[in-house]
């Protein structure tokens, strides 16, 4: 909730935003701020970008709504049309919304119609991982596997546990689960009864920018085949090039049922989700998917697939994606060495690309991710906290897709300075 203005702010109120350019914030009172994790890792190419800025100008000066049951637009035609030439193999619709939650209220939605239509009602378990996070919605929150996002009070929307929804979770230890233990929990529940498997191919706010690893990414691929399983890939913070790749699922060579994105799809400009959908789920449940009512009152409008274009155009014209591989590997490096340098408050890095994190040490204080992103903004730095536990407690640290090495340097400073500050102890003493 946003709280309410007062005469008199208190000491953790937080600065006003005022203007923002490039990968930089400025507050009302002129300091500025180094976007370090990229608003919520969905201002993929900087902040007033002048080709988005103008298709949003332009696009306001001639059509910003039409429903999409009274209209047809062309830059929602557009953007599909890219869309699909950017999608993972076999990919054959698209569905639009307003939000990644959104996104994955309709993925799983698909997946029970698609299992519905060819006979195979009974299946009614989804199979997804701790940690985990997919949304705040109804849905998208059940199959969250994070303790932290389900308070006590939203279990009645939920609904009351009944089987249908089973979390896998890794060794203790470990940040992902392998292969052996969403086989262990796929034959606990029993295949014939799963209708759909939910993934993260590159963990997010749950994990802290941790990666399925390639063999087990590969087998659910196989065994979700094999078994009439719907596998879901949410890269709503992944997807759109923040991992050199337009997918985290690129990756691993593999291609999911349906996948669900957002966040970078407009650079944070405006509101928009997709949903990318296989041609073996449309098939069965018939184009342009049957009956089955999904979208929402803006779902594809005018401005928000103008924006899209605008962000995919400066995605393709200046090669972010590459961009992304290689400034990655120079903030890994970064961060590698600033976790030599502070041991005792850092482990280690995790990531791909330009969606990288900084783990906590174990044995730290649970509330040092958050300490670490109040320093930062101190030193004009914004990060974003992630992790639910021990395992995955870290800072994420994803840049715009366009930053450049000298910026990585600037944010490797800012951030030493943090560390520093964090630790009470001089660099190389912590």
Not at 27 to 44: E, K, R, T
Request: glycine content about 8%; some cysteine.
């Amino acid at each position: 909730m946003i709280p309410a203005s007062t005469t008199a702010p208190s000491r953790t109120a937080l600065p006003v935003a005022a203007w923002a350019q490039g990968p930089y914030i400025y507050d009302a009172d002129g300091n500025d701020y180094l976007d370090g994790s990229s608003g919520v890792l969905n201002v993929n190419v900087g902040h007033s970008h002048p080709t988005v800025l103008q298709a949003i100008e332009d696009q306001l000066g001639q059509l910003t709504f039409v429903h999409r049951t009274q209209f047809r637009n062309d830059p929602a035609r557009r953007l599909t049309e890219r869309l699909l030439s950017i999608a993972p193999a076999e990919t054959a619709a698209v569905e639009y919304s307003n939000s990644g939650s959104e996104a994955n209220e309709c993925a799983l939605r698909l997946a029970f119609a698609y299992q519905h239509r060819r006979g195979a009602a009974q299946r009614t378990v989804i199979l997804s991982e701790e940690p985990s996070y997919h949304g705040m919605t109804a849905a998208a929150l059940s199959i969250t596997g994070s303790p932290n996002k389900r308070d006590p009070s939203v279990e009645p929307l939920l609904g009351p546990p009944n089987g249908n929804r089973v979390l896998v979770r890794p060794k203790p230890g470990r940040r992902r689960a392998t292969h052996e233990e969403w086989a262990q929990a796929l034959l606990g529940v029993g295949p014939s009864k799963v209708a759909a498997i939910v993934i993260e191919p590159l963990g997010g706010a749950s994990s802290g920018a941790a990666p399925i690893d390639v063999h087990t990414m590969q087998w659910l691929r196989r065994e979700t085949k094999n078994n009439g399983i719907v596998l879901i890939a949410d890269e709503v913070m992944s997807g759109f090039g923040r991992t050199g790749k337009w997918w985290a699922c690129d990756h691993s060579s593999i291609a999911p049922d349906i996948l669900t994105s957002g966040k970078g799809v407009t650079g944070g400009y405006t509101s928009l989700a997709v949903t990318l959908i296989s041609e073996t789920i449309t098939a069965a449940i018939a184009e342009p998917l049957g009956p089955i009512a999904l979208g929402h009152t803006m779902s594809a409008n005018p401005l928000a697939c103008a924006a899209a274009n605008a962000v995919l155009s400066v995605i393709e014209d200046e090669a972010l994606l590459s961009n992304a591989a290689r400034v990655g590997e120079l903030l890994a490096a970064a961060l590698t060495a600033l976790c030599d340098r502070y041991p005792t408050l850092l482990s280690d890095q995790s990531g791909i690309g330009l969606m990288r994190a900084l783990h906590i040490q174990a044995g730290q204080p649970a509330d040092t991710n958050k300490r670490i992103i109040a320093a930062a903004k101190e030193n004009g730095l914004v990060l974003c906290a992630a992790g639910i536990g021990e395992a995955t407690n870290s800072v994420l640290v994803a840049p715009p897709l366009n930053s450049t090495p000298e910026l990585i340097d600037e944010l490797a400073d800012r951030l030493d300075k943090t560390l520093s500050a964090v630790s009470g102890s001089r660099a190389g003493d912590a």
